[in-house]
């Protein structure tokens, strides 16, 4: 259902700060901590003496101890010690290679041969002085693809989130939908049309009226294995909408990392990054509240979708012309799904790559 060789956002370092994290990637238990180096490592969480969970332990000395009988690894899953006991020729517990980059945790739940941190997607609004982001975690009950779907398509702003960042307009809109190689695009552009709430508040907070006719975007970017960015934001009508003078318009990206954690539930690590007002720590607070409350309001949508998907298998959903941003996202991921797959049916890290 999803692909291994590839690199998802597992967690923030304050998840474990204070202790092992344990969180499934992808179907694999693993457990996150630092080693004796400071350095951020991740093993499958799965201790080779009983089989207890090692992220109910504790890290000692940069080592991670099993909670259960003492069992202590080190970073690279190798035994090190047990009070009493001879370890040394235990198995390894299985590595997943991990990275610590733009304030997450990446990790490549596949063939570790394969992993290249240099595809780690770079994110400019992370490292640039002239960005602020701000955002948070949820866990939902639905495939991972249901979540694509609604962030590819947004006409469900209108009902889902009416009183924040849904208008008529939208639905009113129609969607240009575009593959560039592995990349989904699916563009909507409104005209001359009042601020929502959220995006009236959003201007007033970068000193521009509310009450002026404006012009909206939403461009939303879907790139494997299931991250999508949206640009979205208004301008004061007649000023070049998208293009418009940043004096003249509130624009801001929408982060979405979706990371599978079983078929049927997810990671989903969202978050607004904007490059107005970068220094203002009270707005970055107050779009999170914000959008915090409306992705809320998805997640009530999509488990109660996947209850219906489980109970009624047989059943088709229909595509429609708002669908294609979805569409052609599940294409890109089966194809690269199918390629992984035959690659290593046929052999190797050669073949695979």
Known sequence: MFLKNTWYVACTADEFAEKPLGRKICNEAMVFF????????ALEDFCPHRGAALSLGFVKDGHLVCGYHGLTVDGGGKCTKMVGQRVGGFPKTRAFPCVERYGFVWVWPGDEALANPDEIPHLEWAVSEQWAYGG?????KCDYRLMI???MDLTHETYVHATSIGQEEIEEAPPKTTVEGDMVITARH?????APPFWASALRANGLDDQVPCDRWQVCR???PSHVMIEVG???????????PADKKAGSIVVDFITPETDESIWYFWGMARNFKPEDAEL???IKRGQGGIFAEDQEVLEAQQRNLSAYPEKKILKLNIDAGGVQSRKVLDRLIDAERAGAATGGVENAA
Do not use: C, Q, S
């Open 136 to 140: 948070g975690l949820y866990h939902i």
């Open 149 to 151: 779907d609604n962030l």
């Open 284 to 286: 970055t607070a107050a």
């Open 222 to 224: 879907f790139t494997p």
């Open 34 to 41: 630092r080693d004796g180096n400071g350095k951020v490592a």
């Open 190 to 194: 409104m005209e001359n049309i009042k």
């Open 234 to 244: 208004v301008a004061h009508a007649g000023h070049g909408g998208y293009d418009a």
